[in-house]
């Protein structure tokens, strides 16, 4: 059976590994994570459907009661359903040029994986990985190019989780931090956005892309599954702090800071209203929702770290229950 704390690793973090090692190849689960890459291809330029014009800032009516309470909040109260429909138009272009963004950095987490990883069909799976990383940046570059007039650059606060997820040189922390923390992000606000975005152009770019970010959070997860379960307790905690300290900048990139500029909304009422209406505290829990099923499957859905993301308003009290 395949045993995440089994898999050789080279010593140094972008190390060269000569040969594969031929005792731990056919590991079959993995195996199929490769195969399934290779069959769900696509390419962005000729099965996503491009347009002239997404009619970007269209008004966009409110589908929803938690939008319609938040629309008689401030910054919007005082300022009518244009600013609402901007808003949401923003917020899609901040978060597409941010995934734009965090894509590049998960091609260069993959194909570190790729240099790390000594086990056959691991390094298959990350090589796969390092393809559809390609493919997503220029997928979110198209889109961006095409469409967004005003791009948004890396967000402050995004820097900084990229930062915290690939700076250890423990090939667990660089998982735990991309593959669970990032991709596991990644793939839930996907998903949201292949229902909620205003346009059909990236709504079909997110169901793909969202395709294959679940394959990576697999990948992940069989990963460290096995090796977090034979943690001694003082690493388990160190894992805890690893995590909150992620899940602490993952929640002030939440706050939309740069989106308020360019609204030209007062920066607190903005922050307050990121961080306090109904409608961004459900947000913020669905966006962080498959990082906690994750943290649950490979045993670090521990007691700290419910009681830290409660705090950041990212779980609930009952995520601890089985679902």
């Known amino acids: 059976m395949f045993s995440a704390r089994s898999i050789p690793v080279s010593d140094r973090r972008l190390g060269v590994v000569v040969g594969p090692d031929w005792s731990r190849a056919g590991s079959s689960k993995l195996r199929a994570l490769y195969r399934r890459a290779q069959d769900e291809h696509w390419q962005p330029e000729n099965d996503v459907d491009w347009p002239a014009t997404i009619h970007f800032g269209r008004t966009v009516p409110v589908r929803s009661l938690l939008e319609a309470q938040a629309t008689v909040l401030e910054p919007f109260a005082s300022h009518g359903s244009d600013l609402w429909s901007q808003f949401r138009w923003e917020l899609q272009a901040w978060l597409v040029c941010q995934s734009y963004h965090g894509e590049q950095a998960a091609l260069s987490g993959a194909a570190c994986l790729t240099a790390v990883l000594t086990d056959s069909d691991a390094r298959l799976a990350a090589a796969a990985q390092v393809a559809d990383e390609a493919r997503h940046v220029l997928a979110f570059q198209l889109y961006i190019s095409r469409y967004l007039q005003r791009p948004y650059g890396l967000a402050p606060s995004l820097n900084r989780v990229l930062q915290q997820a690939l700076a250890d040189a423990d090939w667990s922390y660089s998982l735990l931090g991309m593959q669970v923390m990032v991709e596991g992000l990644a793939d839930a606000v996907f998903r949201m956005g292949e229902h909620t975005f205003m346009d059909p152009v990236i709504r079909s770019v997110l169901r793909r892309v969202a395709a294959d970010e679940a394959r990576h959070v697999a990948f992940g997860t069989m990963l460290l599954r096995e090796h977090c379960r034979e943690d001694c307790e003082a690493e ?88």
Request: charged share 30%; net charge positive; proline share 2%.
């Open 236 to 323: 388990v905690r160190r894992r805890e702090d690893f995590i909150l300290t992620m899940a602490q900048s993952i929640s002030q990139r939440f706050l939309l800071e740069d989106l308020w500029e360019r609204l030209d909304v007062d920066a607190d009422s903005g922050r307050r209203f990121a961080q306090e209406a109904p409608l961004m505290l459900e947000f913020r829990r669905l966006a962080f929702s498959k990082v906690v099923s994750i943290l649950r499957v490979i045993g670090l859905l521990t007691p700290a770290v419910i009681d830290g993301l409660c705090k950041l308003g990212l779980a609930r009290r009952d995520t601890g229950a089985d679902t």
